[in-house]
Structure formats: C-alpha cells, structure tokens
C-alpha cells in the first residue's frame, strides 16, 4: 500500500508569492487532512476534508490559505499571499474512517521557506 | 498552559534500557491518546492508541493512560539505537475527528 505522498518536499519562495502544495492520500482513504509545524512549536491541526467537503477548517490561519480537495483524491494547499510567517513544514494525513482501527497515516512533508 | 506538555528533552538512555517519555494534556474531556514516533526529516508515525486507563502494550512498547490525572506515558524497553527519535505525543478530543492537538515531542537518543 502506497503511503501518503507529498509535493514537492521543500519549496523556497519569497515573500509576497504563491505556491501551492499537493498531497496525494492513500488510496480509498475519504479523510484527509492537513497539519503544520512552524519552527520551535508543535504541528497544529488546519483543516479535515471527507472526501471532496470540508469537515473542519477551523485551524486555517487566516484567508491566505485555500485547501481544495476536487473530486475527493488529492487535495492542494495554496499560500497566497506568502508570508514569512508561513514558515514550516506542511503535513497532510489521511485516515480511512475516524477512531480504533482506523489509523491517521501522514505523508513527509513539504517544507515551506519564505525569505 | 500549554494544551499537551512533554519534556523536550534529549532523554539519553542506554542501549537495552526502560526509555520512559511522559506527556500531560489540559482539556479534561480529551477521549484518544496516540504516540508518534518521528525521525528526523520523515512522516510522524503512529506507534501507539491508548483509549482507556491503564496500560497497553505492543511488543517492546507500553503506553500507560491515567485520565484522571490527564497523564499519558510511553515505555520502550530493551531500547535500541534504531529507537533514537523524536517521540510525539497526540490528544483527540472527541471520536468524530482526527483534529489531533500535539505536545512538541521528547528526542530520544538510545546510546549503544
């Protein structure tokens, strides 16, 4: 079984730009969802799609960030625009259903710079 | 108060030794306890649930759960090198969602 990828795994881009960050989760897999951890803090929960809805987005910063999940596969994450603040590394998880038994696998990561 | 604590550590242990990490949570109505183990650069992975007090073990790995005093710990015996890594602790509020709230992680070194 494939796991949770991620694109791309680092990205640096100056202030002010857009990029735009993909994760592909494991197949058959409805939940996904998106954390982050900026330098020297935990890794924060921003938002849960169910398949192509989104469930939860209650830890999304701020309107510059827009998750998209077409379709109900791979959902996307874009920064626009950058600030330096957005700073860190970006995971996405998935999970086939919620609680025991169900597990929440994460990708890598995508480590975000803004300079 | 910080909503999951955990000593940041480094914790050193000795190769074959009891490496205990501990984590505290401050929302009372937290439901489902997850430790990740994380190394450096690669994807957090889940190496323990707890949902109910008490203990559970898994191999080498016991997570221990005590709701009442809203602590959750994490024994690995006979540690090995391979266990070096950043130990993550995970809180769940409720069942509906993974909207996991993380501690900042112990570093674990297990010296050979």
């Known amino acids: 079984e494939a796991g949770v990828t991620q694109f791309p795994s680092h990205s640096v881009i100056e202030k002010g730009q857009t990029v735009t960050l993909r994760c592909d989760p494991i197949s058959g897999h409805d939940n996904l969802y998106w954390y982050r951890r900026v330098m020297g803090k935990e890794i924060k929960f921003l938002l849960h799609f169910v398949k192509e809805s989104k469930q939860d987005e209650s830890g999304m910063p701020n309107n510059r960030f827009l998750a998209e999940r077409t379709g109900g596969t791979y959902s996307t994450l874009k920064v626009q625009p950058a600030e330096l603040e957005d700073s860190g590394v970006y995971f996405c998880?998935?999970?086939?259903?919620?609680?025991?038994?169900?597990?929440?696998?994460f990708g890598n990561g995508t480590r975000l710079t803004v300079t | 108060q910080k909503e999951v604590e955990q000593n940041s550590g480094p914790l050193s242990v000795p190769e074959g030794a009891i490496a205990s990490l501990n984590c505290t949570y401050s929302d009372r109505v937290s439901q489902s306890f997850f430790w990740y183990r994380q190394y450096s650069g690669k994807s957090p992975e889940l190496i323990m649930s707890?949902?109910?007090?008490g203990d559970k073990e898994d191999g080498r790995f016991t997570a221990q759960l005590n709701k009442a005093s809203q602590y959750v710990s994490l024994l690995i015996r006979d540690s090995q090198p391979s266990d070096s890594a950043t130990y993550l602790c995970?809180?769940?509020?409720?069942?509906?969602?993974?909207?996991?709230?993380f501690g900042k992680g112990t570093k674990l070194s297990v010296i050979p």
């Open positions: 998880a998935s999970s086939r259903a919620q609680g025991a038994g169900s597990p929440l696998h």
């Open positions: 707890i949902y109910s007090n």
């Open positions: 995970a809180v769940n509020r409720g069942a509906g969602s993974y909207q996991l709230t």
